[in-house]
Nanobody, 126 residues
């Protein structure tokens, strides 16, 4: 079973950038599909991006395409989320999650993921 720890959150001005990291331990990192989610107060958890080990592709939510980039380093058991041009409405707790399986059409559904980190707060000031 894999353990996930996010880091890199903080306070940023609108239009600014942040890079989040997700460190994995306790499992074979390269075997998992890893995704990023976020959850704002009072809202449902939203899938942002996913790196699939099944097809080697990265998937993004429409809301972040062109601004966010996901990458992973299997040699270091790390996953990254580079966020640019951040907006105040993107203030949320950001989570990474791991799944044994991958479903291309439903990767954004939280229920499909087996392991979760504790989250890191991102606050975007206007």
């Amino acid at each position: 079973q894999v353990q996930l720890v996010e880091s890199g959150g903080g306070l940023v001005q609108a239009g600014g950038s942040l890079r989040l990291s997700c460190a994995a331990s306790g499992g074979t990192f390269s075997a998992y599909t890893i995704a990023w989610f976020r959850q704002a107060p009072g809202k449902e958890r939203e899938g942002i991006s996913c790196f699939s080990v099944s097809d080697g592709m990265t998937y993004y939510a429409d809301s972040v395409k062109g601004r966010f980039t996901t990458s992973r380093d299997n040699t270091k058991n790390l996953m990254y989320l580079q966020m640019t041009n951040l907006k105040p409405e993107e203030t949320a707790v950001y989570y990474c999650a791991a799944a044994w399986n991958f479903f291309a059409t439903t990767w954004y559904k939280p229920s499909l993921y087996d392991f979760w980190g504790q989250g890191t707060q991102v606050t975007v000031a206007s």
